[in-house]
C-alpha cells in the first residue's frame, strides 16, 4: 500500500468486495444508468465464476466497482470472461479509478488462464468510452449480440 505521504500515491486502493460493500456498489451503478439492487449483488458475490472487486477511499468508502465473469466456453478451447460492470463515482471521475479496476480484472483473467475477454456496455459507445477502451488495449469487436425480448 502506498505510503500516504508519497503525493504520487492514488488516494484509492483496490480490494475484494465485501457484502457490506452492496449500497456504495448499487448507488455507482444506477448513477450511471443502471438497474442494480442489493440483492442481485449478494448473489453475484457469492458465485464461484464471479469476481467483484472495488475502489474505496481513504475511508473505506466505495468509489469503483469492476465485475468479471468467467467461464468454459467450446468455442475458444477454454476459459472466456466477460467485465460486466465497471462503474465509478461521478466525483471520482478522470482520476484513474476506472484504469485501475480494469487493470486489475486483466490481471485476474490473466490468472485464471482466460483465452478470451470481453466488456459489455448496456448504454452504447460514445467516444469517450471507445477511447477509454482503446487506450486500456481493447479494441471493438465484430458481433452480433440478439436479446430475447
Known amino acids: 500500500m502506498p505510503v500516504a505521504s508519497d503525493p504520487k500515491a492514488p488516494a484509492f486502493k483496490v480490494r475484494p468486495a465485501r457484502r457490506g460493500d452492496a449500497q456504495g456498489i448499487v448507488a455507482i451503478l444506477n448513477e450511471a444508468g443502471a438497474t442494480a439492487d442489493t440483492q442481485t ?3 453475484i458475490i457469492s458465485h464461484p465464476e464471479m469476481e467483484v472487486l472495488v ?3 481513504a ?3 466505495v468509489i469503483g466497482v469492476v465485475s468479471l465473469s468467467h467461464r468454459p466456453l467450446l468455442k475458444v ?3 472466456a470472461a466477460t467485465i460486466d460492470e465497471l462503474g465509478v463515482s461521478k466525483a471520482w ?3 484513474g479509478v476506472g484504469r485501475e479496476l480494469l487493470k486489475r480484472a486483466v490481471e485476474r483473467a490473466r490468472v485464471l488462464g482466460v483465452k478470451r475477454l470481453e466488456v459489455q456496455t448496456f448504454q452504447g459507445v ?3 468510452l471507445e477511447a477509454f477502451f482503446k487506450a486500456t488495449g481493447f479494441e471493438p469487436a465484430q ?3 440478439f436479446r430475447l425480448k
Open 143 to 145: 458481433v452480433g449480440v
Open 126 to 128: 460514445t467516444p469517450e
Open 59 to 61: 475511508l473505506d468508502k
Open 77 to 79: 478451447g477454454g476459459r
Open 41 to 43: 449483488f449478494n448473489w
Open 93 to 95: 471521475h478522470r482520476r
Open 55 to 57: 475502489a474505496a477511499d
